[in-house]
């Protein structure tokens, strides 16, 4: 009972706050009832605080976690300034300890000044400079709209779909910085969603936290796929219907969560499977596509914006298809769109690891001729960085004291990352690579120690466990299952039980062992 009045009542005030106006307005259309319709200035970051509470009240009465026994705490982990603007949404459970306990460390600090600097980047520069862009060339007025040629509003959107990835993901980039500089440790909200190739995919990298929440707290709850096709239709009809209308109270972002359910159900169905046989680059555009119109409605809070923009890409307005001032201004801001465009994959990122890790190996080669095992151990430290955030659980330890070569140590190093990114991009299990990797670093007299990759040998009691319960865990290992937000439910019921049978494979692998000798140590 006091949890649903204390969802009845946050969920009144942010509809109060959020939505009356919008209410009011279709029962003043056709009841005429207000004759006035109110205008509430709406509470920043209301949305994001609103969902935070309501995870903390539903984990506490699910005895998920240990309640807050001091008020003031509960107050800070409510207003906690890094994320409650714009996000991500931040779970209790994730920062409890923290709350209390945390430590400041220099080298988080100094992480968490160089997010920020980061995040600060994409937003004033180049989400700002997107925006300009965008907003001249597809306006807010539909007579404005009409008047531009269709290059125009090709190019306008294009900008469009690129500030409200830069924009929202810097947000993030500077929550997250801020907090590590206090101490406080919260999870991506992105993950390069523009690479994406399917629209499963996508949401799996967008605004993570907002579909973690949707997950755990709406679609598991209702039932989530355990009760058959039809049930789970409705089910993501009505997460997406939530989805749509949490980014605004307006028609137009209730119609774009349901434009997405579409392609979802239609993914589910039948679509993935016939894009899993065709080209990546294919599924991809196929995702770029879709996202991009999709963008176009998110940007039209008028429908009749929307028909007139989606008439004046196809050239129905008697607009044309360029003029001189679209030209001279996608000309003046092509490099910006170049670097966007670049600053949304992974490139950048992937080049300044490979830049960082050379230099590190060359520094200390340079200084000392050789490099020991250890310092090759800490090198190693940022390529399970990288792999944790494509949400592989890996701990890969060099064991030794002896010393290498530099150019055996880049071999190795490059045999690590190589092959183990291998098994990601290619959204298989990463556990062949690494034993062809281990196969091929004992020639080299290095011994390895890991617990990466051989989870699924322990997953299976696990998974069967699952089935006999009624849940669908097929998907552990799919292409969306590859970090964080694709784990299926099974994941959380049985989460100590995993965790246990993969920290109880900490066997060392010793030179001279062959493949089969290594399966063997791991299924004992």
Not at 76 to 95: D, E, K, N, T, W
Not at 148 to 171: E, K, N, R, V
Not at 225 to 231: E, H, T
Not at 329 to 357: D, E, V
Request: charged share 15%; glycine share 8%; proline share 3%.
């Amino acid at each position: 009972l006091f949890l649903i009045c204390d969802c009845v009542f946050m969920l009144g005030l942010l509809c109060i706050f959020k939505y009356l106006t919008f209410f009011s307005s279709i029962t003043n259309t056709i009841f005429h009832f207000p004759k006035e319709i109110p205008q509430i200035a709406l509470p920043i970051g209301i949305s994001f605080y609103t969902f935070q509470l309501l995870s903390y009240v539903i984990d506490v009465y699910r005895e998920e976690v240990e309640p807050q026994r001091k008020f003031v705490n509960l107050l800070l982990y409510a207003s906690l300034f890094h994320q409650c603007i714009a996000g991500p949404i931040v779970r209790y459970q994730l920062v409890a300890d923290e709350i209390e306990n945390r430590k400041v460390k220099m080298d988080e600090l100094y992480k968490g000044i160089k997010r920020f600097t980061i995040g600060l980047a994409k937003k004033a520069i180049l989400a700002n400079g997107c925006a300009t862009v965008a907003d001249t060339l597809v306006p807010t007025l539909a007579s404005d709209i009409a008047e531009i040629p269709a290059a125009g509003l090709w190019i306008g959107m294009l900008f469009y779909a690129l500030q409200i990835y830069l924009d929202f993901s810097a947000y993030s980039d500077m929550a997250i910085g801020m907090g590590l500089m206090v101490g406080f440790h919260y999870d991506e909200n992105f993950n390069y969603p523009y690479i994406s190739g399917s629209i499963k995919e996508f949401w799996n990298r967008w605004h993570i936290s907002l579909g973690t929440f949707f997950r755990d707290y709406v679609y598991i709850p209702l039932g989530g796929n355990r009760k058959g096709a039809r049930r789970r239709t409705i089910n993501l009809l009505i997460v997406w219907s939530l989805t749509g209308f949490w980014h605004g109270a307006s028609w137009n972002f209730i119609f774009w969560g349901l434009y997405f359910f579409l392609f979802i159900y239609m993914e589910n169905t039948f679509l993935l499977e016939k894009l899993s046989r065709l080209p990546r680059f294919v599924s991809h555009l196929y995702a770029m596509i879709v996202v991009y119109f999709g963008w176009v409605l998110f940007r039209c809070e008028s429908l009749g914006n929307l028909g007139t923009i989606l008439k004046g890409m196809f050239g129905l307005n008697h607009n044309g298809f360029i003029d001189l001032s679209t030209s001279v201004l996608f000309q003046n801001n092509l490099y910006l769109l170049i670097f966007c465009i670049i600053a949304s994959t992974p490139l950048l990122k992937n080049i300044g690891t490979y830049i960082k890790r050379r230099n590190n190996l060359i520094f200390i080669g340079v200084q000392q001729g050789e490099i020991s095992i250890r310092e090759l151990r800490l090198c190693l430290n940022e390529s399970m960085e990288n792999l944790t955030l494509h949400g592989v659980n890996c701990r890969i330890s060099v064991k030794g004291e002896g010393r290498l070569s530099v150019e055996q140590a880049a071999q190795i190093y490059d045999l690590f990352e190589a092959s183990l990114m291998t098994g990601i991009t290619k959204h298989t299990d990463v556990k062949p690579y690494v034993l062809e990797t281990v196969a091929k670093l004992r020639e080299l007299g290095i011994k390895i120690g890991s617990t990466t990759g051989y989870t699924d040998m322990m997953m299976e009691p696990v998974l069967k466990s699952a089935k006999e319960q009624g849940y669908q865990p097929d998907c552990w290992y799919s292409p969306d299952a590859t970090n964080h937000f694709g784990r299926p439910y099974p994941y959380m019921i049985f989460k100590n039980m995993i965790e246990l049978h993969i920290s109880s494979v900490k066997n060392v692998i010793k030179v001279g062992d062959t493949i089969s000798d290594i399966q063997e140590g791991v299924n004992a």
